[in-house]
């Protein structure tokens, strides 16, 4: 889109919600005159690389007019908030948001977030009762573009004014507005709430020699519409997330790992609703989660591994109807589930090491009493650690091949002699999550530039180990073979300098074994965030169909991921139907 045609959706956008704003108020004095009840409605917080400040008033102002319509309630005069705001300085705890509404005479406050991804648009809301009477209640509305953000903005408004107010009332009927379409804003589809792949113009008709084409991927063959669903923003930072079954009851859940706590969603729709969690230690920070039925008793067990800087403690939990119990805890293991060419599904693990975070040697693993015991070993090259692999026999040879990715971010395929058979040019991965990476003693071995402590050790200064997120091997184009899928996260500083990463967008890609290398099937669009994790669930009755869970820190800036507050979930309903198998390219 060129600069004038921004500037006049813009303003075009502007006028429409000031026009809406004026329209409503006009029509609903009378109801604000006389309403007991008043709403404070707080600035809009923006979560985005690209800069939506001309949304923020006019997005405010629209939500607050269709409150007013929907409710009968009075709004808070906005510089009485924002006066009581800057005084008492940056809001996020219930009791903080409780007392501002005291302070400014309103029975409850609001709170509205707008995250932009791509070309798409969140709105999460919450609403506090100023007395605390009432629990906490979220709310959520997407559009797939900006010209859907009026539409958004009034299902939020009818949400709020029916859940929290018990107001049932019709839907209103606004006028909804096209802006002109150019080739960079296309036309929004007919539904303005099925949300769309952020960037869904990236696969136009005729595009990559098909006549129609995905709005998620960029494929060799694939069809039918595969946008995404965005859940509610979440008032964490996701470290990993895995899905499965762990109720029993039939249906996938989620699992996500913050710094120091993991937590079990129920998917309701578009929303996750928590039904259980397990606290860990502050120190020993959450570096993995992988669920799996490893026991076959039709639910999945979550295991997961902390970090005491380079000393792991290991769990792993099992959902008991009503809350989660330990099968064991502890460990001084690093542990995952993993699928092995022959054995299939096994816990596998490695040990901690002493003076490094890793030791050579990875092992099959089983719980004995409430403890780990570890088996044969696998067999995988020494130089590789835990979460750097997975295995699968890409050629259909009956020997296995290690998919992994080294600190460097290159993609390698080895035998497990640890002989190379390949390795990409481009860089794949990009983590957060790290091992080590502070100042500690060892003892001395040589002359050396650290300081001597007066026991005769030095201080030395360990280089941080990152933990890549899986490598998921599922057969994606039903030729009978593995394929990879595996993120890229984008930044070329993260790349150059060691200990200091920043990833402010990311990809996933999917790839199949041409008989010389990895090749791409598809890869989606630039996402705004850092990809933390992902894992692809193949559907159990249509193996054509699959749906991929993508979890996505929103903002992480030049800072430990382990700080940063903001996190979502995407999920995509995939097909492959139309794939076949894949020859070059």
Do not use: C
Not at 292 to 317: C, H, M
Not at 548 to 557: A, P
Request: overall charge negative.
């Amino acid at each position: 889109m060129t600069e004038a045609l921004l500037k006049q959706s813009r303003i075009v956008f502007s006028f429409i919600l000031i026009a809406s704003f004026l329209a409503l108020n006009l029509n609903t004095v009378s109801a604000s005159e006389s309403s007991q009840k008043t709403l404070a409605l707080l600035p809009l917080k923006i979560n985005a690389q690209k800069d939506l400040s001309y949304l923020k008033n006019g997005i405010r102002n629209m939500l607050s007019s269709r409150l007013i319509a929907n409710t009968g309630y009075k709004i808070a005069d906005a510089s009485l908030i924002e006066k009581n705001l800057s005084a008492s300085g940056p809001l996020v705890q219930p009791d903080q948001l409780q007392d501002l509404g005291e302070k400014i005479g309103a029975d409850f406050v609001l709170t509205v977030e707008l995250t932009s991804i791509g070309t798409s648009y969140s709105l999460d809301a919450k609403v506090y009762t100023s007395d605390g009477s009432l629990p906490v209640e979220t709310f959520y509305s997407s559009a797939n573009n900006e010209n859907e953000l009026i539409s958004a903005v009034d299902k939020l408004a009818l949400d709020i004014a029916e859940r929290s107010f018990k107001k049932r009332i019709p839907t209103p009927s606004v006028p909804t507005v096209a802006y002109p379409t150019t080739p960079d804003t296309p036309a929004a589809p007919s539904s303005s709430f099925q949300t769309a792949h952020p960037d869904r113009a990236f696969m136009q008709p005729g595009q990559y020699g098909g006549p129609t084409g995905s709005p998620f991927i960029r494929p060799m063959g694939l069809s039918g519409h595969m946008g995404f669903t965005k859940t509610q923003n979440l008032n964490l930072s996701i470290q990993g997330l895995d899905v499965g079954d762990i109720d029993g009851d039939g249906a996938d859940d989620v699992v996500i790992a913050s710094p120091n706590k993991i937590t079990a969603y129920h998917i309701i729709g578009n929303r996750l609703q928590k039904f259980g969690e397990v606290s860990t230690l502050v120190k020993n920070r959450l570096i993995a989660v992988n669920i799996a039925d490893l026991d076959n008793n039709g639910k999945a067990e979550i295991y997961a591994t902390g970090i005491d800087w380079v000393t792991p403690d290991s769990f792993a939990v099992e959902w008991d109807g009503k809350d989660f119990t330990y099968l064991f805890k502890d460990e001084k293991w690093y542990v995952k589930p993993m699928d092995v060419p022959g054995p299939g599904l096994i816990l596998a693990g490695q040990p901690g090491g002493i003076d490094s975070p890793f030791t050579s040697g990875i092992y099959e693993m089983e719980i004995i009493n409430g403890s780990l015991q570890s088996k044969e070993q696998l067999p995988v090259p020494d130089k590789i650690n835990l979460y750097d692999f997975s295995m699968a026999d890409l050629d259909g040879d009956g020997k296995v091949e290690i998919i992994t990715i080294d600190q460097a971010d290159r993609l390698k395929v080895l035998q497990t002699s640890g002989r190379q058979r390949w390795k990409g040019d481009d860089r794949f991965g990009g983590s957060l999550r790290y091992v080590g990476g502070r100042s500690r003693y060892a003892r001395g071995s040589g002359p050396s530039s650290a300081k001597e402590d007066i026991d005769g050790l030095e201080e030395v200064s360990e280089d941080r180990s990152y933990i890549p997120s899986r490598i998921v091997v599922e057969d994606i184009n039903n030729d009978n073979l593995p394929d990879i899928i595996v993120n890229k996260n984008l930044s070329t500083a993260s790349r150059v300098l060691k200990n200091l990463k920043n990833y402010p967008s990311g990809e996933i890609h999917g790839l199949f074994w041409n008989g010389i290398g990895l090749s791409e099937l598809w890869h989606t669009k630039k996402l705004d965030g850092y990809v933390a994790s992902y894992q692809l669930v193949k559907d159990k009755q249509d193996n054509n169909k699959a749906v991929l869970y993508v979890g996505l820190v929103l903002q992480t800036g030049w800072m430990d991921v382990f700080s940063a507050k903001e996190s979502t979930v995407l999920i995509y309903q995939l097909d492959f139907s139309n794939q076949g198998q894949q020859g070059a390219n």
